[in-house]
């Protein structure tokens, strides 16, 4: 499985980001596609999930902010990131997870939240 992320950048405070990611290989349900997060000196962290059944996990602090998505043919997962803050600045991961348990990540993509 390969992961391609794209749609980071730098946003002002309060402004929007939309990131996705593209899964190519042998994709077959069931199976979890999502969101993690490293920001400098942290370790990495949840931000959003998806099952290839649309049921739906999102990590306290970006609840009511971030929307998590994936295209009919369950193979590219958005991030809709709204209100953003300088606290979500980060490198943002895709993450594909088998039901086996076997992970695949994406390069991260870098969200920069200043003024």
């Known amino acids: 499985v390969q992961l391609q992320a794209s749609g980071g950048g730098l946003v002002q405070p309060g402004g929007s980001l939309r990131l996705s990611c593209a899964a190519s290989?042998?994709?077959?349900?069931?199976?979890?596609m999502g969101w993690y997060r490293q920001a400098p000196g942290k370790q990495r962290e949840l931000v959003a999930d998806?099952?290839?059944?649309?049921?739906?996990n999102y990590a306290d602090n970006v609840e009511g902010r971030f929307t998590i998505s994936r295209d009919n043919a369950k193979t590219t997962v958005h991030l809709q990131m709204n209100s953003l803050k300088p606290e979500d600045t980060a490198l943002y991961y895709c993450?594909?997870?088998?039901?086996?348990?076997?992970?695949?990540w994406g390069q991260g993509t870098e969200v920069t939240v200043s003024s």
């Open positions: 290989g042998i994709i077959y349900p069931p199976n979890t």
């Open positions: 998806i099952t290839s059944g649309n049921s739906i």
């Open positions: 993450k594909y997870q088998r039901k086996s348990g076997q992970i695949y």
